[in-house]
């Protein structure tokens, strides 16, 4: 039936051979709905406004299998009645069932829903989006460490919109949302965009909630971290740079660290032999201090400025090193003040011995 409707230009569809015939129902027999043969089913969407439907290009189509397994069309609406639902809001991939729907509910007697249809989402090649395009379920994103608030933030953005706004707390959607400001082309899921938002979030987030929420991902890390002080130090120097949860638990394990393994770049550039002075001159002026404050520590580099000639990029970067295992990292007084005397001494004397050792493998 369905090759000979579209043989003859129509839609493959059931023609109807037994719908006057007043069959009994048989355990092999399916169940058709007896739907209108003419006039139109609009459907009046809060989203896309009207759709109008030609009641002739619908079957009689089937609500429960042979095998008596009862078809989507017919329990979702079953479902809906029951639970007194008066709102769909849905993918516009379903636009094409809501007719046949609409036409159950007027068969039961049913008053009809709110419907609203909205537009898919793409990916970056402006594709449906699939398991192709990366992340997929939102445990996968959750474990990425983005933040609730950021990902329900940009999901609504993704197909609503309130002027320019594009950041919004959740107490704000509530407040500002509604479906008619949903848009009606596709939404493009932006990675990029994504990150750029939880990064706003992470700044918005009070610190104690992050270091709860960090420890996690620091585990996932090799790090057992505890919440107090010395953790929420820590995440202030990092929530500036950090785009994720997961990231900046990659750049929060130097300050727990026992021994700094450098990045083959940094080290190759800047633990060389004429950062050995400069490095120990600074672990001679930093021994002199009980307290380190930012007043007494600039102190130290200007010195070792002053008696080096060097200028304070030329000692920062090597220290930088020494301290982190890398060359971007957060300040260094405030990461020399979170870790303490005994660490940053111990760092400093770590990388004038691999600078020598280094220089005497060479010799």
């Known amino acids: 039936m369905r090759k000979q409707?579209?043989?003859?230009?129509?839609?493959?569809?059931?023609?109807?051979?037994?719908?006057?015939?007043?069959?009994?129902?048989?355990?092999?027999?399916?169940?058709?709905?007896?739907?209108?043969?003419?006039?139109?089913?609009v459907l009046k969407?809060?989203?896309?406004?009207?759709?109008?439907?030609?009641?002739d290009e619908l079957d009689d189509f089937i609500i429960c299998r042979s095998d008596g397994t009862p078809t989507y069309n017919f329990v979702v609406v079953i479902d809906?009645?029951?639970?007194?639902?008066?709102?769909i809001i849905r993918g516009d991939d379903h636009v094409m069932?809501?007719?046949?729907?609409?036409?159950?509910y007027?068969?039961?007697?049913?008053?009809?829903?709110?419907?609203?249809?909205?537009?898919?989402?793409?990916?970056?090649?402006?594709?449906?989006?699939?398991?192709?395009?990366?992340a997929t379920s939102v445990t996968a994103y959750r474990d990425m460490g983005f933040l609730p608030d950021a990902f329900i933030n940009y999901l609504v953005r993704l197909g609503w919109s309130f002027g320019d706004q594009e950041y919004f707390t959740r107490d704000d959607l509530i407040e500002k949302f509604s479906l008619e400001n949903i848009g009606r082309s596709a939404g493009v899921f932006d990675q990029?965009?994504?990150?750029?938002?939880?990064?706003?979030h992470i700044k918005a987030t009070p610190i104690k909630t992050l270091a709860t929420l960090l420890i996690p991902f620091l585990k996932l890390e090799g790090i057992q971290a505890g919440e107090g002080a010395f953790i929420?130090?820590?995440i202030e120097t990092l929530v500036p740079r950090s785009k994720t949860l997961q990231e900046m638990a990659r750049d929060a394990v130097f300050y727990f660290a026992d021994t700094i393994e450098y990045e083959e770049k940094a080290a190759k550039k800047f633990l060389k032999e004429k950062a050995l002075e400069?490095?120990?001159?600074?672990?001679?002026?930093?021994?002199?201090?009980?307290?380190?404050?930012?007043?007494?520590?600039?102190?130290?580099?200007?010195?070792?400025?002053?008696?080096?000639?060097?200028?304070?990029?030329?000692?920062?970067?090597?220290?930088?090193?020494?301290?982190?295992g890398r060359t971007a990292s957060p300040g260094i007084f405030e990461i020399i003040a979170i870790i303490g005397k005994a660490k940053v001494l111990q760092r400093l004397e770590q990388a004038v011995d691999f600078i020598k050792n280094k220089s005497e493998s060479v010799e």
């Open 192 to 200: 990029e965009k994504l990150l750029a938002l939880n990064a706003e």
């Open 80 to 87: 809906d009645i029951t639970m007194n639902i008066n709102t």
């Open 278 to 324: 400069p490095l120990a001159m600074l672990v001679a002026e930093l021994e002199q201090i009980e307290t380190f404050t930012e007043e007494n520590l600039e102190d130290a580099f200007r010195a070792v400025m002053e008696k080096s000639g060097l200028k304070l990029g030329k000692i920062a970067q090597p220290v930088r090193v020494a301290l982190t």
């Open 106 to 134: 007027k068969a039961l007697d049913a008053p009809l829903p709110t419907y609203g249809h909205v537009p898919m989402v793409l990916g970056s090649d402006r594709t449906r989006l699939s398991k192709r395009h990366g």
């Open 45 to 55: 969407d809060v989203i896309k406004g009207n759709i109008v439907f030609q009641n």
């Open 5 to 41: 409707g579209m043989a003859a230009g129509g839609k493959p569809k059931y023609d109807g051979t037994c719908r006057d015939k007043g069959l009994e129902k048989t355990g092999d027999a399916v169940v058709r709905f007896k739907a209108p043969l003419g006039g139109t089913t």
């Open 97 to 104: 069932n809501t007719p046949k729907q609409m036409l159950l």
């Open 232 to 234: 929420e130090s820590v």
